[in-house]
């Protein structure tokens, strides 16, 4: 799948900024980021939708590293609001107090509050309005699994559907709320080749549950409910575990299946930015090559170029058995562990709870392969990695 020209390559350096201003931004500060461009990384047919991201930061004093984050405060979509401002039956327009501030309900579900995310506490504070025997039974501990099966899938609003309140008033309906959360993402850029500028990599989130179509807050905010010139509320997170090796000459292995791809652009524009010397070796894997094989332009272009020295890519719908990342280090084990053994610093990122668990029992089963280990000297091997800082995740 080609990239669309509009995502470019820079050459420029930024020289770092010791204005102290820099570290003002925050959650309780955010800096207005303007939108300049958003591109659909995927090809037509995919069942993905990954969008690129460029914000400008123009003047703004605001710095990064690769491998740090940006989180992006976003609003909640208005057919959501709509929806549960017409369950309840409250005006859009009564004022609320969120701590010392007055404000319409609109603008409290709107911007300030997670009116989505459903929660044992989230039950818990509503079960305190309406008093229900079938809630209060799903609460005790010793119905948590049950309680959990009725979470997983739902919102806030099945609740309020599904176990309705006689009459709750608007400070009721926000005082079983917490603040909207910031999300974080790995930022997809170096400051080095993109001056003044942050870009992102996200996965748009889509899916029907319960009869409902559902929608992530931050990632349909980021498709569709900003444009090209809108500014949106963004501040930067340090990733102090999660940088390149202080030595350029020093040899590195990504892998970043799907959106896990973000930081490893970052990293290799940062090497191509800094003349490294050091290898790089990617490996990259998602369903499909013809619709999703993320900045695959740019990766052809790093390794014609030498600086991307190894490429290894996995679709795992493209043929009738699946294969993944893992599946791909194990093919490659012998030079995979002696990249290891002469220095390579290894990086995941990606999905915590199936793929980074898999690519670590894939990494210590190749320890202990290559390195004709025990499983117990395996473990102790892959420990000390971690020790020395050359085995790092970024894994959400």
């Known amino acids: 799948m080609k990239q669309p020209d509009s995502i470019k390559l820079g050459s420029r350096a930024l020289k770092s900024n010791p204005n102290p201003e820099t570290l003002k931004f925050s959650r309780k500060n955010p800096y207005h980021a303007e939108l300049l461009e958003r591109i659909k990384l995927n090809g037509e047919g995919s069942a ?5 991201l460029e914000f400008k930061l123009e003047e703004s004093a605001l710095t990064y590293e690769a491998g740090d984050s940006l989180a992006v405060l976003a609003h909640n979509a208005d057919d959501v609001v709509k929806d549960l401002i017409t369950l309840t039956g409250l005006s859009p327009d009564s004022l609320v107090q969120i701590k010392d501030e007055s404000v319409t309900l609109l603008h409290a579900l709107t911007c300030q509050l997670d009116i989505t995310t459903l929660s044992a506490s989230v039950i818990k504070r509503y079960n305190e309005i309406v008093d229900n025997k079938e809630l209060e039974n799903l609460l005790k501990p010793e119905n948590k699994p049950d309680l959990q099966k009725y979470i997983d899938g739902r919102e806030i609003i099945d609740l309020l559907c599904d176990y309705p309140a006689d009459d709750i008033s608007a400070d009721s309906l926000i005082s079983i709320m ?6 974080l993402y790995s930022i997809a850029s170096s400051p080095k080749a993109h001056p003044e500028e942050v870009h992102l990599t996200v996965g748009v989130v889509r899916y029907h549950s319960h009869g409902r179509k559902r929608k992530g807050v931050c990632s349909t905010y980021l498709a569709e409910r900003i444009f090209k010139g809108n500014k949106a509320k963004v501040y930067v997170t340090s990733n102090k575990k999660f940088k390149l090796p202080a030595n350029n000459e020093t040899p590195i292995i990504m892998v970043g299946p799907g959106t896990g791809i973000a930081p490893f652009r970052a990293f290799i524009e940062e090497r191509k930015a800094t003349n490294a010397k050091g290898k790089n070796w990617l490996f990259f894997g998602d369903q499909h090559y013809s619709t999703d094989f993320l900045y695959q332009n740019e990766w052809e272009k790093y390794l014609d170029e030498g600086i991307l020295t190894k490429l290894d890519v996995a679709f795992s ?27 390579a610093f290894f990086y995941v990122c990606g999905d915590a709870n199936h793929m980074a668990n898999d690519v670590d029992s894939a990494l210590h089963k190749i320890i202990e392969k290559e ?3 025990e499983y117990e000297d395996a473990k102790s091997y892959v420990k000390k990695l971690k020790d020395e800082k050359r085995y790092l995740r970024d894994v959400y």
């Open 317 to 343: 719908r493209d043929q009738k058995e699946k294969i993944y990342v893992q599946d791909r280090m194990l093919e490659k084990s012998k030079e995979l562990f002696f990249w290891i053994e002469q220095g």
């Open 178 to 183: 917490r603040k909207l959360p910031a999300r």
């Open 371 to 373: 390195g004709g280990l």
């Open 48 to 52: 993905k939708e990954t969008i690129h």
